[in-house]
């Protein structure tokens, strides 16, 4: 890594059971990815409150990944096809208040697309890169901060 | 609100005795018809073999004339003009992408929202009580095949009006005119079609089963709706004649020519002289009941 | 509260491109964290001992172990950690192995990004709960749901286990479709001499009490507690008092009133009857709508002929309730009929057949009955329009199945089979007829099954033509046949005597009902969906619920058989033990700030959230809020997200576990 | 003191030079939702018959969030750091007579038994040069509570639009006369008799109450069956006491920055909320909207009075311009006194 | 008016409803809500171009009565928040006599007289001036003529402008923000009894009102209501600091509409869009 250059930072919310596995997989076969990704275990797509996406813009995330099953490969039968409709509202919103897309992706990869995933976290890192690290959000943080004297 | 008419190029030529008997008939059950504008052909059955929009964007100037004339509904006779109007506005409607390009041909825009009807639902619509009513001649010696042949039930995905292999509608108007509908098998059989001109042996053979199946179930007449039909049931039993000495002949009417029958209307203000198939007998039938009832 | 960080290096695997020794030195900073160490092999023994050696000595309150996946070693470290005292949802584990080592070779920004799954880890322990596994007591009584083939197999394995079973059919006698066959394949064998035995096994078990004539009304509760209530119809036969003699049926004066549904419509039955001979039990039923008494209020012949007074014209239909812990689900199959279809119905009927209208176009459990020895032809071929002896006569396949246009995907498996035996049967019967075959491919694959194929075409002569038979017509007391031999590639008109239809096998038109009383999902047809096409083909989605035979889909009696034993085994499994343990991540409802909008209930795939009552100490209803059934709850956690009020959340990932991890994660 | 005159471009042009020497400039936006500190005099919105803003300036003394001090949670413990109060100075202009008279009554609450710094340390850095006022609608009521249209209290100076254009600025307090004397360029000298005032285009508000009444029949009647339906129809969101010049409630909670550090903030609270009085143990002694509305205007109109002698309330009607539900706090007041 | 206040005192004195939940004249023109609960009461009910309040918002915070209905005056267009009401569980349909009057159109600002221009932005999309659902109505329609729809023009101006434009619009929108949470307690379908911003432990929303707790309660408000809103705009009419919050809901009710073909409140009987899906949902966004 370049000294001075920008390195995004990455929360991935994914489900247990097909993309925490599908990294895991990639894990096993040596599968090279950027470092940027931190990933937060889940039960289920379905349990992703979209106030998660908006936490982690808070607490200082470039980027967002939404990850789980595909459909109809759903652990839980159906919580990936309730995660799908909450996401596209939050994306088309998000959009409309000016948080780019490019900040917020979302994907399906199961737990044999260990390859996918890495597809996946790298191209997200790489655009996230490219629109830099994400100051209005954190410029909105400030009244809360501690003053530099 | 009048019903908007789409003759088709085949009500001017060969069934000419189908917009005769179709028009001598409305005008006894009192209601009339709004002919569309200077309607063009509809590009019938060779229109689609030779290029995609074009069998789409003909029709579909029949549509927008008729949206612009004020219509909300076309009846099309012909089975052939029925089925590509309806199915150009079906298919029209469902895929932007053409009806934006043939809405640029046309200069004009396809609202979707015309009904288009054939004859037997325009006399649905009419209703049976009023050719009930109106009624002057017993046809109950008349054993009558009902034929629909294949464009007028086979509507695809763009609708349907009635079963496609065991249609009735054309049944229940018949039996509204007092002649008796008779059960056989071939109802929806195809007879040959545009092969008419290019290969008349294969038409002759269609028919020829088509006639046969009717006549071995006693029918004295065969009805249908489509000059296309009617044109290779009605002209070609002289040629199968000519291979079959022994074939009989076997009238083959309009729906319209059989209720202006009961309606009491001559067979000459009908249209019915113009048939390859001599139709006098039935005439003198109905003359007879005429007299009679008189 | 104290907080242990155990950094394991995983000999090489982590401690190559991780600086384990540095990790856990930063980790000793964060807040909360008394002890930070890194060893080789966090999982070997000395490993588990250091960590139990660091809980003793530091009073450690939460443990988070950095190391490969939750997924390997996860129960390890929380027995570990157990051990020691601690509760084992108090530990949590953060992935530096599959989620880092092994896919990062750069070590500062490995080890960097380790701390954080780190840090992360440990704010999120901080907010565990201690939480105990949740333990239900198993009713060790199993419900069986369908007396055919498949019913009958299980409930007779489930008994044979020494385990209470109730047997609920909804028809007069148990015995299914396969009582109506005449012969199986591939062996030619009597189906009934060979069911009829098995039958009465079911009747004469101690373990297992038989419900004819029933249905299931409602099930309540989950795994190991279902509450099921079972309507009993009325049979208008006291069941206790009847022997069986068959005077009443005799004697009934509606002889002719009724088609016989075993006979499938080929012959008569009257108002009071057994639907067959062999019936088990051997107790007549009075249909209401054919009895004279019924539509007249006099006859009354049964009553008086019935020396033991078995005739009750009052009785009503009785609910039963029933504890069960498991169920099995085998309600079987009909066949589509190519009649005009019902408004409503997915599929099409056939007009090109002519919608059933012509007499002597048959389905193969028409023929089944009429190659039956004890059906209504006496096992003799005659053709239903005017009993003449059918000499030539044409088999159609897949009349329905495979056929999208008709509202059918798939194959149903069974009839290339039947059609095959069904042209042997006949060529056995009428030595000089002729049997011609449309089909689409044959599919014959089973042991012995395309051997009997090749036997019907190369021993019996049946004419096999590929393709499909566009039109059938009646003409001349003939059913003309009008189709194409795609091989030859020639249209082919056959003058048939009589045709037989291998119509689809469709789900029972109840079936979607009964699943939804289950809460368990069906395909688009109707048939009941299992949990796992391949490594959980005899589970419904619900626990304690296992799908058998052709409920499921299409299939063949040895198939539905194994697929039975298999259910059996996985309901014995479940009895095997008193108590069923399960992980306690299930949701749970705030009642006091829930407001009962019941979106919960709306994405719950587990029919897990319920209405719940609140009342004040007068009884007077303050408030209905959702209630999760925690038997039933899978713990996915989508309630947690839809609730707009945040009332119900999922225990283990609460939310404010997950904003903890969420705003640890990135070092600012 | 003396007078003087000030032209509109005059007006402009001090600005400017305030905002030149580093002071904040706060001023009605144009928009009229609230007060804004402006970066250019082009900016100032000086109307003396423009109805009150939505929201009063009492933001600028008592802000809607502020931080008491800082935290930072590290290995060892929580280390806190003081947020300190706002030096910078600041020029109110062109505040209405009731918005300038709001900030007396605030300094009351906000130096009793506590001397609130940050408050007072805004009021101290704060010169106010209010604007005659020459607008009233059905809702103003100054004139019921011992204010009026051209009050003093509150401001150090007064602004007032003359028939030429000009403004007949008056000097009220100390802190006025020293602030425009750094800006005496800008000013012409004049006398009080030189005051020839624009008319206003609006009669003197016309809803009409005997304050000293009112206060009677509160000090007598908590229970009452007037209360009764009065809150039926309140929403209870609390705007009324938001956009009010003198509510002055506020909670305390703290907020994280990042997962280590935070500040502890000082927010607007209402009376008119549900939780304000909920107890942790889940009861709550003001458990409807007709016990907070009462509240709200014993508050108000009697125990601020028993407690400071003065009313909580400056007449100013932007409670009832804001009600969502048209609860008309001077129409309650009128029934009150005709009792 | 005189049919509205027939139908009131019918129903109060036949004990059909127990109270009526209207609007009542107060000073010029404006109405303001009104719980008519006697007959005398029933004479004060009007119902005129100013009655914009939508009254469903009060079936959950006025106490439901011992016995009788509860009769509620509502245009067609606030009738959506009693459909919605009623789909998800927080009213009974049995228990509200609807009476619905024929609608022509509400004012914008209620202090000013109805005209051409001023008439409320929600009414010039109104398909529901006659409604659909009611146990009594009253009223003609009558031709109105409608301004230009600006709120329209105002969502394709913001959809227009580049991410950091939509942000900068939005973040002084949000600043002005005072957390009042007067749009909550104005709309119908914010029925919690506790709010989420109010929940303390886990803290979901910054209480404090600093530009990032603004965005958070403002972009959370409006997510719950995604799908959900019935666009009254009652939100939008009481914020003090006229943060244009319709502006927002109708955004996602349109895409509630173009991606999933559902209006919220249309029918009782049909399922809510959060909560159920379709195989087919769109999923283009998703790798």
Not at chain 1, 23 to 50: V, Y
Not at chain 1, 104 to 124: N, P, R, T
Not at chain 2, 88 to 113: F, W
Not at chain 2, 277 to 283: A, D, E, G, K, V
């Amino acid at each position: 890594m370049a000294e001075n250059s920008f390195e995004p930072k990455i929360t991935a919310f994914v489900c247990n059971w097909c993309t925490y596995t599908g990294a895991d997989l990639a894990g096993t076969s040596r599968l090279k990815q950027q470092t940027n990704a931190r990933l937060i275990r889940l039960p289920c797509t379905g349990r992703i409150d979209p106030v998660f996406i908006m936490k982690a813009f808070q607490n200082g995330a470039d980027g967002v990944l939404v990850s789980g099953c595909h459909p109809g490969d759903c652990h839980y039968n159906a919580g990936n096809f309730h995660a799908r409709r909450r996401w596209a509202m939050f994306k088309e919103m998000m959009d409309f208040l000016g948080i780019d897309n490019k900040r917020l992706h979302f994907s399906w990869v199961s737990a044999s697309e260990g390859k996918k995933w890495v597809d996946v976290i790298d191209g997200v890192i790489n655009t996230v890169r490219e629109q830099g690290p994400f100051t209005q959000y954190k410029d909105i943080n400030k009244e809360t901060e501690i003053p530099v004297k | 609100m009048k019903t908007g008419y789409y003759p088709g190029c085949s009500l001017e030529g060969t069934g000419k005795e189908f917009d005769i008997s179709l028009k001598r008939v409305l005008k006894d059950l009192d209601v009339e018809l709004e002919e569309v504008d200077d309607w063009s052909c509809c590009g019938a059955s060779s229109a689609h073999g030779v290029n995609h929009v074009l069998s789409l964007a003909l029709p579909a100037r029949n549509l927008t004339q008729a949206q612009n004339q004020g219509l909300t509904n076309i009846m099309a006779p012909c089975a052939a003009c029925y089925n590509r109007l309806l199915s150009t506005q079906s298919s029209l409607m469902k895929d932007k992408v053409v009806k934006a390009e043939v809405e640029d041909l046309l200069e004009d825009k396809i609202n979707g929202n015309l009904e288009i009807i054939n004859v037997i639902e325009y006399f649905q619509k009419i209703g049976v009580d009023k050719i009930i009513e109106k009624k002057k001649i017993d046809l109950s010696w008349l054993n009558v095949a009902c034929y629909y042949g294949c464009l007028l039930v086979r509507l695809g995905d763009a609708g349907k009006f009635d079963d496609e292999e065991q249609p009735t509608s054309m049944e229940d108007i018949v039996a509204a005119t007092g002649a008796k509908p008779i059960d056989w098998n071939f109802k929806t059989e195809c007879c040959g079609a545009a092969h008419s001109i290019s290969h008349t042996e294969i038409v002759e053979s269609l028919t020829k089963k088509i006639l046969d199946n009717a006549m071995a179930h006693d029918a004295d007449v065969i009805v249908l709706a489509c000059p296309m039909c009617h044109s290779n049931l009605d002209m070609r039993q002289l040629n199968i004649k000519k291979h079959h000495p022994d074939q009989k002949e076997i009238p083959v009417l309009y729906l319209t020519e059989l209720i202006g029958m009961a309606l009491g209307i001559d067979g000459e203000e009908l249209g019915m002289d113009k048939h390859f198939i001599n139709t006098r007998q039935l005439l003198d039938v109905q003359q007879q009941k005429k007299v009679r009832k008189v | 509260m104290k907080i242990g960080v155990f950094v394991c290096q995983c000999g090489e695997n982590i401690g190559k491109t991780v600086d384990c020794v540095g990790v856990a030195k930063s980790c000793a900073s964060i807040p909360g964290v008394a002890v930070s160490m890194e060893y080789k092999y966090m999982c070997s023994d000395p490993g588990q001992n250091l960590v139990k050696q660091a809980i003793a000595d530091n009073g450690l309150d939460a443990v988070v172990v950095a190391a490969c996946s939750p997924h390997m070693h996860e129960k390890t470290f929380r027995k570990a950690a157990n051990g020691a005292g601690i509760n084992p949802f108090l530990v949590e584990i953060a992935n530096i192995r599959e989620h880092v080592s092994w896919i990062h070779d750069d070590v500062p920004s490995g080890s960097l990004k380790a701390t954080d799954l780190i840090r992360s880890a440990v704010e999120k322990v901080k907010n565990n709960a201690p939480l105990t596994t949740i333990k239900v007591p198993v009713t060790k009584r199993a419900l069986v749901i369908g007396g055919g083939i498949s019913g009958i197999q299980a409930a007779l394995d489930i008994a044979n286990a020494g385990y209470e079973v109730v047997l609920v059919e909804k028809e007069p006698s148990i015995g299914g479709h396969m009582s109506q066959l005449s012969e199986t394949f591939p062996t030619l064998d009597c189906s009934q001499c060979i069911l009829t035995p098995r039958m009465v096994e079911v009747y004469q078990h101690p373990k297992i009490k038989l419900l004819t004539y029933s249905e299931v009304e409602a099930v309540d509760g989950f795994i190991g507690n279902f509450k099921v209530k079972i309507r009993k119809k009325a049979r208008s036969v006291i069941d206790e008092d009847c022997n069986g003699c068959g005077m009443c049926i005799q004697k009934c004066p509606t002889k002719k009133k009724a088609y016989s549904e075993f006979e499938e419509g080929m012959a008569f039955r009257p108002a009071i009857y057994v639907p067959f001979p062999q019936a088990v039990p051997n107790i007549p039923v009075i249909d209401r709508s054919v009895c004279t008494f019924y539509k007249t209020g006099k006859c009354k012949i049964c009553e008086t002929v019935c020396g033991r007074k078995a005739i009750d014209f009052m009785q009503e239909d009785t609910i039963l309730e029933e504890e069960i812990g498991a169920i099995v689900v085998a309600t079987g199959f009909k066949l589509y009929k190519i009649t005009k279809p019902e408004p409503g119905s997915p599929y099409e009927g056939y007009g090109e057949y002519g919608y059933g209208e012509y007499k002597d176009v048959i389905d193969g459990l028409q023929f089944e009955r009429m190659a039956s020895a004890s059906g209504p032809t006496a096992g003799e071929m005659k053709r239903p329009s005017d009993g003449k002896e059918p000499k030539k006569i044409v088999f159609i396949q897949c009349v329905g199945s495979r056929d999208e246009s008709k509202g059918f995907s798939y194959c149903s498996k069974i009839c290339c089979m039947y059609t095959a035996k069904h042209a042997m049967l006949y060529k056995h019967k009428v030595h000089d007829g002729e049997a011609y075959v449309f089909y689409m491919d044959i599919r014959s694959g089973g042991k012995m099954y395309e051997e009997f194929v090749r036997r019907g075409i190369e021993e019996d002569g049946a004419k096999y033509i590929r393709g499909r038979v566009s039109r059938l017509y009646e003409e001349n007391g003939k059913i003309i046949v009008k189709g194409e031999d795609t091989l030859a590639g020639v249209p082919i008109t056959i003058d048939a005597d009589m045709v037989v239809l291998a119509t689809a096998m469709v789900a029972q038109k109840e079936a979607p009902k009964l699943a939804q009383i289950l809460g368990i999902p069906y395909d688009k047809h109707g048939f009941m969906s299992e949990s796992h096409p391949k490594l959980k083909p005899v589970e419904s989605s619900s626990g304690g619920i296992f799908l058998a035979g052709a409920a499921n889909a299409p299939k063949d009696i040895p198939e539905s058989v194994s697929m039975a034993s298999a259910a059996a085994a996985k309901v014995m499994i479940l009895f095997s033990s008193d108590i069923l343990e399960r992980e306690p991540v299930i949701a749970q409802v705030d009642e006091s700030t829930c407001v009962g909008c019941f979106y919960c209930q709306k994405v719950c795939a587990y029919n897990a959230v319920e209405r719940k009552e609140i009342k004040d100490r007068n009884g007077k209803l303050i408030k209905v809020v959702a209630y999760v059934n925690e038997g039933l709850c899978q713990g996915c956690g989508t309630c947690n997200a839809t609730c707009p009020s945040k009332s119900v959340e999922l225990i283990g990932f609460k939310d404010e576990q997950i904003f903890a991890q969420i705003c640890a994660l990135n070092e600012i | 003191m003396k007078d003087y005159i000030i032209t509109a471009e005059n007006i402009q042009l001090l600005v400017n030079d305030v905002l030149k020497q580093g002071w904040d400039v706060v001023s009605e936006s144009k928009t009229g939702v609230n007060f804004n500190a402006i970066k250019d005099a082009s900016e100032l919105a000086i109307k003396s018959d423009s109805k009150p803003s939505k929201l009063s300036m009492k933001d600028f003394f008592f802000p809607k969030t502020e931080p008491l001090f800082f935290y930072r949670q590290s290995h060892d413990g929580v280390e806190l750091v003081d947020a300190s109060p706002i030096e910078k100075k600041t020029l109110f202009l062109g505040a209405k007579p009731c918005d300038a008279a709001a900030i007396p009554v605030l300094s009351k609450v906000f130096n009793w038994d506590y001397k609130d710094e940050f408050y007072n340390k805004r009021v101290e850095n704060s010169v106010v040069v209010s604007l005659k006022c020459n607008y009233s609608d059905d809702y103003c009521f100054c004139t019921s509570i011992g204010l009026s249209q051209k009050a003093e209290q509150g401001s150090d100076a007064m602004l007032t639009e003359q028939q030429d254009g000009s403004y007949f600025l008056h000097i009220v307090t100390e802190k006025g006369d020293e602030f425009f004397k750094m800006y005496s360029q800008y000013l012409k000298d004049t006398q009080a008799e030189n005051n020839k005032p624009v008319e206003s285009k609006y009669p003197e508000p016309a809803v009409k109450f005997d304050q000293g009444k009112v206060k009677g029949w509160l000090d007598a009647n908590f229970e009452h069956d007037f209360w009764n339906n009065l809150g039926d129809v309140c929403l209870g969101c609390g705007q009324c006491t938001f956009v009010c010049p003198t509510c002055h409630c506020f909670d305390i909670v703290d907020e994280n920055c990042n997962y280590h550090e935070g500040g502890r903030m000082k927010n607007w609270d209402s009376c008119q909320l549900c939780l304000f009085t909920k107890h942790a143990s889940g009861h709550n002694p003001r458990d409807g909207q007709t016990k907070r509305y009462r509240q709200r205007i014993q508050h108000k109109f009697k125990y601020y009075e028993d407690k400071f002698n003065e009313v909580l309330c400056t007449g100013c009607g932007r409670c009832t311009r804001g009600c969502g539900v048209g609860i008309d706090i001077g129409g309650i007041m009128e029934r009150i006194d005709k009792f | 008016m005189a049919e509205l206040k027939e139908i009131a005192k019918e129903l109060l004195t036949s004990g059909t409803v127990a109270y009526i939940i209207g609007y009542a004249s107060e000073k010029n023109d404006k109405t303001v809500p009104f719980i008519a609960r006697t007959v005398e009461d029933a004479e004060k009910l009007v119902f005129t171009h100013h009655s914009v309040n939508n009254l469903s918002v009060y079936l959950k915070r006025i106490k439901k009565p011992e016995s009788g209905k509860v009769g509620l005056v509502v245009k067609g267009c606030d009738l959506k928040a009693v459909v919605a009401l009623i789909q998800e569980s927080q009213s009974k349909r049995e228990d509200i006599y609807i009476i619905s009057p024929k609608c022509n159109t509400v004012v914008s600002d209620n202090t000013k007289p109805w005209n051409k221009d001023n008439i409320a932005s929600k009414c010039l999309s109104c398909e529901v001036r006659t409604p659909s659902l009611f146990d009594a109505t009253f009223g003609e329609i009558e031709t109105v003529e409608l301004p230009s729809d600006e709120q329209i023009e105002l969502i394709k101006k913001v959809e227009a402008m580049s991410t950091s434009e939509k942000w900068e619009f939005w973040k002084n929108e949000f600043e002005k923000c005072v957390k009042c949470y007067a749009c909550r307690q104005a709309c119908p379908l914010c029925y919690c009894d506790q709010c989420i911003v109010d929940k303390a432990s886990p803290r979901w929303i910054d209480s404090s009102a600093t530009v990032q707790g603004n965005f958070a309660w403002n972009m959370i408000r409006a997510f719950h209501l995604s799908g959900r809103c019935i666009g009254c705009e009652e939100c939008n009419r009481v914020c003090p600091v006229d943060i244009p919050l319709s502006l927002l809901n109708r955004k996602m009710s349109m895409f509630a509409v173009s991606e999933y073909d559902y209006k919220a409140g249309t029918s009782i009987e049909e399922p809510t869009l959060v909560g159920t899906y379709k195989l087919t949902d769109n999923e283009d966004f998703i790798k």
